[in-house]
């Protein structure tokens, strides 16, 4: 009895690179708890300063009794000392998950974020075949991949033992 909600928050500029305006973030989370999502899959992050406003939207989101997964990153580095968000919220928050990558070996993927205290559990990342950002099928790598693993594994345990907090 899943069903997905699917919301963009990203945009392409004049030069083709992707854009993600806090803004619009705000707006996706707003609307996903406004409408009833339980579960929040979020694969993007940010390195720059602390987005207070979505973190706030994560706060009425924890507020609301929704889980939130969020990817660890894609740059190799241990969050526990460099920052990423939103994942770094999962330290402080007890509705969100931080999700970092596996490899075919099943051991972390040398892309993937890391963290002793940052980074709560690794899903398969790695060539992960799915649906691609303009159309048709494909293989991708990455946490954003991961995060949706442990979303859905999630939402299985939802259907399960319902009413069961974040």
Not at 64 to 77: K, R
């Amino acid at each position: 009895r899943a069903r997905v909600m699917a919301l963009k928050a990203d945009s392409v500029d004049d030069q083709g690179q992707t854009v993600l305006e806090e803004s619009a973030l705000v707006a996706c989370l707003d609307y996903a708890v406004a409408h009833g999502a339980t579960i929040l899959s979020n694969s993007y992050g940010m390195y720059d300063e602390e987005p207070l406003a979505v973190r706030e939207a994560f706060v009425r989101a924890r507020e609301a009794g929704v889980l939130a997964v969020t990817a660890a990153g894609n740059t190799g580095v241990d969050t526990d000392s460099v920052a990423h968000y939103p994942s770094r919220w999962a330290t402080t928050m007890d509705n969100m998950l931080a999700v970092g990558a596996t490899d075919f070996a099943d051991q972390n993927a040398g892309y993937s974020n890391f963290g002793a205290t940052t980074v709560h559990l690794f899903a398969p990342g790695s060539m992960i075949y799915s649906t691609l950002p303009e159309s048709g099928w494909g293989y991708k790598s990455g946490t954003s991949m991961a995060a949706p693993l442990v979303a859905g594994t999630a939402a299985l345990l939802q259907a399960y033992r319902p009413g069961l907090p974040p």
